[in-house]
């Protein structure tokens, strides 16, 4: 096992089959190394900075149908919502006066918010605040889409993989096909957008083979942004009885992705600070860097509800901002406010 956290450490680079025999066999001890190494590839790259998000989730619905999701179309009990670009517009002058300099919009897949109404949307955004980096987190659209939007100054996308296993994919999607969500994430790299993929741990049914070949995939696509966080249940969903994924699962699949794609910004994802009330801390000091507080208005943000329990959903934008600001440093790190573009996306050549 030794051999195997100091292969990674040194090389940034594992098989399948190494990842998959450090997943069985790893113990507490071995964690603790790999989340020290995991830390340590981190500041060497990234220093003792952590990039803030300010997430706007503009949009709970949506066409699809995921069986773990809260706002999968089938869930009627949710209440629905859609913010207007006006209301849009006036997160984004919160967020701005925050400090924020990275403006995730992220929503379900609603075919209300047209090309039209998002090109305009994001040229706004972009006219009003030139140095702000918009990301966009709205699900799969056709190339013209993703380019337009590209076009008119869209900087980045998000859009987790969800699990690298075809067979566990098509169980988990039942309105979505695999190679669509690849093939857009591969369009969308090609356009030339700073590209996030991610997956979820603990997800029923998933195994340790799974997860080494999320990795894996990772390792093939080299995307800037990798969001990782823990499966929670949400009740109003066919997986409502099954079990969350792990803390410790979590942070060593975090701590594996920060060694194999060491220039990588890794979030401490909501879904692990929902999970562990100090989630969001450990993840940090196994390797992610970055946090991405929510600004969406506290009217609205229960109803965002993609597992149960999600935290924040009482605060207010200034609240999650300071309150994230004091964790950060809590663990001896500090924010950067700046628009903390990947290292692999600055040099010009994805690694
Ligand atoms: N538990 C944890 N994460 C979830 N997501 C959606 N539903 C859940 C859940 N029940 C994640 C998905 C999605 C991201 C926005 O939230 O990975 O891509």
């Known amino acids: ?161 969800e699990t690298a296993s075809k067979e566990l994919y098509e169980t988990l999607h039942p309105t979505m096909r695999f190679e669509d969500r690849r093939a857009c994430l591969n369009t969308l790299k090609g356009i030339g957008y700073q590209v996030g993929a991610g997956f979820m741990v603990g997800l029923p049914g998933q195994t340790l083979a799974n997860l080494a070949e999320d990795l894996g995939y990772l390792m093939d696509l080299r995307p800037d942004m990798i969001g990782i966080g823990p499966f929670i249940p949400h009740s109003e969903t066919p997986l409502g009885m099954e079990k969350c994924g792990t803390l410790e699962d979590t942070l060593v699949m975090v701590a594996l992705t920060r060694l194999l794609i060491p220039g990588g910004l890794i979030p401490a994802t909501t879904a692990l600070g929902t999970l562990h009330p100090e989630g969001r801390e450990l993840a940090l000091k196994a390797g992610a860097n970055v946090v991405m507080p ?44 700046g628009r903390g573009d990947s290292l692999q996306f600055k040099s010009g050549k994805p690694k």
């Not at 109803?303 to 004091?326: F, M, S, T, V, W």
Request: glycine fraction near 4%.
């Open 1 to 161: 096992m030794h051999h195997l956290l100091e292969k990674v450490y040194q090389t940034n680079d594992l098989t399948k089959e190494e990842i998959i025999y450090l997943l069985e066999n790893i113990t507490q001890a071995d964690r603790e190394i790999l989340y020290n190494n995991a830390l340590k590839t981190k500041q060497m790259y990234y220093g003792n900075k952590v990039y803030l998000r300010g997430l706007i989730e503009f949009s709970n619905i949506c066409r699809q149908d995921c069986l773990y999701c809260g706002i999968r179309v089938s869930n009627a009990k949710v209440e629905r919502y859609r913010l207007t670009p006006e209301e849009i517009l006036a997160c984004c002058d919160q967020a701005y006066k925050l400090g924020y300099q990275t403006f995730v919009l992220q929503s379900g897949e609603d075919p209300w918010y047209t090309d039209k109404i998002l090109v305009e949307l994001v040229q706004k955004i972009k006219k009003t605040y030139p140095e702000v980096a918009i990301t966009l987190s709205i699900g799969e659209r056709g190339v013209e889409t993703y380019q337009a939007l590209f076009a008119c100054g869209a900087d980045r996308f998000l859009m987790r993989h």
């Open 294 to 337: 929510i600004i969406t208005p506290t009217s609205v943000r229960k109803q965002y509800a993609l597992y149960e329990n999600k935290i924040c959903g009482d605060d207010h934008p200034e609240d999650c901002r300071y309150c994230i600001e004091r964790r950060i440093q809590s663990v001896g790190f500090e924010v950067d406010l």
